[in-house]
């Protein structure tokens, strides 16, 4: 029997990632699609033969039947649609930042706990092979203790992704801007590689988009439990090109992802002797190039029993904890621990 899916929100993140995804795969049928904009999902409808398209998600998920949903709505919605999902019995994955604040992403895990469904959230960083095998390499101690890290997300701004993507700059939507958009994928990356993180003390600007009502710029550094810290940079108003970049900097070398051009993985040891390793793995996909994240393969072995949830819900909300510290360090002017979100 094949996986029967729905997808909520037929946007830029459902067009690149999610349906493409879902049709790679023999074993999953898309069966629905809903969107507020009906022609966006008719378009997608035809293209992807799917035959039923809905512009009400609770209409499409009373009336299908359905064995899970995509939510790829503006972040607002993740928690409501999640939770209606979820309490109709169907696995959900949902984009990230999985919810706008705390209490929706406990709201969120427990009905998932309740009904007994999967829970994902889509923060792929964790999955791309190049971030899999630093994970290795650091845990190997071949390069020694992790000192301390760089991480840098930035791009030109959600108008060059989406058409729909002016509620990127509405905070009642949004909730934050680049921080939530950007930061969050780095603050999962970040502690799924190395720690939770213990405290964190942001800045955070709108630069150049004066008529957004939501931060384009963000710098944070963060101290993690184990006694690494680092920085995490995030932005909306980096032209022309793209930066998706992290380094490690380590007692015994660096380690170096998606920062140098032809390299997507080098190491470099301190030890003149073992000099520059470039490791054999593909590079990221960026907003111009796409190919498969592993999200919904992630998502479909999950549900079918083949694997461990990559991302749960818990591992979502710690990233959303970390983005939320950072808002209330910027808005206070201070340090924040993580243990002060509420
Ligand atoms: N994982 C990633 O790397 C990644 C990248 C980009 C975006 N995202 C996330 O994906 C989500 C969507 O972003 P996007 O870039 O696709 O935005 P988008 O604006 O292109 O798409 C959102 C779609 O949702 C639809 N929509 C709005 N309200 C709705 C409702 N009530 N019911 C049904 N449909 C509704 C809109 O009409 C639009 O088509 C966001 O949470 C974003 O953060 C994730």
């Given at each position: 029997m094949k996986l029967r899916v729905g997808v909520i929100g037929t946007g830029a993140i459902a067009k690149y990632r999610h349906l493409p995804e879902y049709a790679a795969r023999e074993d999953v049928e898309i069966v629905a699609l809903c969107d507020i904009i009906k022609e966006k999902a008719d378009k997608l409808a035809v293209r992807y033969g799917v035959e039923s398209v809905y512009t009400d998600y609770k209409?499409?998920?009373?009336?299908?039947?359905?064995?899970?949903?995509?939510?790829?709505?503006?972040?607002?919605?993740?928690?409501?649609?999640s939770i209606f999902a979820l309490?109709?019995?169907l696995h959900v994955l949902v984009e990230k930042p999985m919810a706008t604040s705390l209490d929706e992403a406990n709201a969120m895990i427990e009905a998932a706990k309740k009904q007994e469904r999967v829970l994902m959230v889509g923060q792929n960083q964790r999955l791309a092979p190049m971030h899999v095998l630093a994970k290795e390499i650091i845990e190997s101690g071949m390069l020694g203790k992790v000192n301390t890290f760089r991480t840098v997300?930035?791009?030109?701004?959600p108008e060059h992704w989406s058409k729909t993507g002016k509620w990127f700059f509405d905070k009642k939507q949004a909730f934050a801007g680049s921080l939530a958009?950007?930061?969050?994928?780095?603050?999962?990356?970040?502690?799924?590689?190395?720690?939770?993180?213990?405290?964190?003390?942001?800045?955070?600007?709108?630069?150049?988009?004066?008529?957004?009502?939501?931060?384009?710029?963000?710098?944070?550094?963060?101290?993690?439990?184990?006694?690494?810290?680092?920085?995490?940079?995030?932005?909306?108003?980096?032209?022309?090109?793209?930066?998706?970049?992290?380094?490690?900097?380590?007692?015994?070398?660096?380690?170096?992802?998606?920062?140098?051009?032809?390299?997507?993985?080098?190491?470099?040891?301190?030890?003149?002797?073992?000099?520059?390793?470039?490791?054999?793995?593909?590079?990221?996909?960026?907003?111009?190039?796409?190919?498969?994240?592993?999200?919904i393969d992630g998502f479909v072995d999950t549900i079918q029993g083949k694997k461990e949830n990559p991302v749960p819900g818990e591992e979502g909300r710690k990233a959303l904890k970390v983005v939320l510290a950072c808002l209330e360090s910027a808005a206070s002017n201070r340090?924040?621990?993580i243990e002060e979100v509420k």
């Open positions: 209409q499409m998920i009373e009336n299908e039947e359905l064995d899970a949903v995509s939510v790829c709505t503006p972040n607002y919605l993740h928690a409501e649609m309490n109709h019995g997300f930035g791009h030109a701004g958009d950007l930061g969050v994928h780095k603050m999962d990356l970040i502690q799924f590689i190395l720690g939770d993180v213990d405290e964190v003390a942001c800045f955070i600007d709108t630069l150049e988009k004066k008529d957004c009502g939501v931060d384009d710029n963000a710098v944070a550094v963060l101290r993690l439990k184990n006694g690494i810290m680092g920085t995490v940079e995030t932005s909306w108003t980096y032209k022309p090109a793209e930066e998706n970049g992290t380094t490690f900097f380590c007692e015994k070398g660096t380690l170096k992802m998606a920062v140098e051009p032809d390299a997507p993985l080098v190491a470099y040891f301190a030890n003149p002797g073992r000099g520059r390793c470039v490791f054999e793995v593909p590079k990221m996909q960026t907003n111009e190039e796409q190919f498969s994240t592993g999200v340090k924040v621990k």
